[in-house]
């Protein structure tokens, strides 16, 4: 169809077919494309992935790894050629599919609109996808192909039904044409309404949010007050574009946003693709758990100690100081017995500490119990006598434990520097 349409359009074509290496017989698919290709005298390039290789390194499904896989190839071929413009033949079926499928999986609007006739490439936003054959159905398609003497070639992993698009293509669509035989028009329909009301919305977030996220290396904040005096469709919104786009569903939205509104300081929310969100005390963060520690730590958020010992001298623990004197000293401090095997350091396996009413109680049933995310329990600084913890620094304070009962030594004053 571009080919006959090419002088019209006043374009000119490039041909890219990529083999996902998923199937033994896919060289042959490839092959076809090449054929064709030069039977239209246009040039093409063809290349082959092992998707299998990145489904193991980046722990991530085969559609998921194959789309990534090849929009990542077509955007390549695109700007080795100068091309902004990158053309697909997703059709009315293809559509009908995709909003179902969000909407089985608890997508928001942005999920409902489904796939657009013009779109940012995915992982290539500087280059445009365009969908001409959007609102044209299969059945139409084959009609063409038979008018013109073209002979498609069948994709054999489209009959998997253990791939939950093609399940949904060959039971769930034909079931709903039972109730309306026009479902995918319908569908199709939908999908440009909500994409009209979506394109509303956008508008505003773009003016009323987006100048306020601020990015920073691997980590993007946004100020928590300002969250809240959001309107629930924007907060929404930016959960979504927060949290990892097309892939965040309703309920980690709406879990997000409950979460924010407990004000719980350090309570963690896992998105997918292994994004978190991290509530602090003026500021939502998001990034990797790996990315959220290094920049907590970097700007000293996570473990913001001032307290603690007596008698001169200076205890270092990884990036803490320990310092004892024996007068109290000019900033917060915590007075407490000055045993002979006190240290300043990060958690371990065997550590307990004295409830005071409760009795002793193993330090992870207590972190558990008081809902400390499990993200930075290792980065809490704990004052600790062998195995039992006297004191551990969180939510800004020090939490002190009962002594141990033999502990006959004097009072000391104690505070934490930071290196």
Known sequence: MLHAWRHH???QLHVATLNHGLRADAALD???VIDTAQQLNLPYTAEEIDVPFIMKEQQIGVETAARMARYQFLAKVARSIGAKRIVTAHHAGDQAETVLLHMLRGAGMQGLTGMRLESPVPFAPDLTLVRPLLYTNRAEL????????LNPRHDATNDDTQLIRNKVRHELIPLLYEFNPQVERTLSRMAEIIQTDDDFLSLHYAQDVEPYIIAEAKITRFDLARF??????MQRRLMAALGGGIDVTYEHILGAIQLVST???AAVWE????IQMWIGYEDLLFGTSKDLLEWLKLHEILLQAPAMIHAPGVFPQGGWSLICEAEPPD???ISLPLLPDLMLR???AGDWLIVPGVGRQKLKEWMINHKIPRQIRDFIPCLVSGKQILSLYYDRQWIVFEFPVDAFFQQAHFFVNYL
Do not use: W
Not at 142 to 149: F, V
């Open 30 to 32: 490839v092959q076809t």
């Open 228 to 233: 809240n005096g959001l309107h629930p469709a």
């Open 271 to 274: 998105f997918p693709n292994h």
């Open 263 to 265: 004000g719980n300081v």
């Open 142 to 149: 084959e009609i063409y192909c038979k008018e013109h003497g």
């Open 331 to 333: 900033r917060p401090f």
């Open 9 to 11: 359009l006043k374009v």
């Open 346 to 348: 990060g958690r371990e």
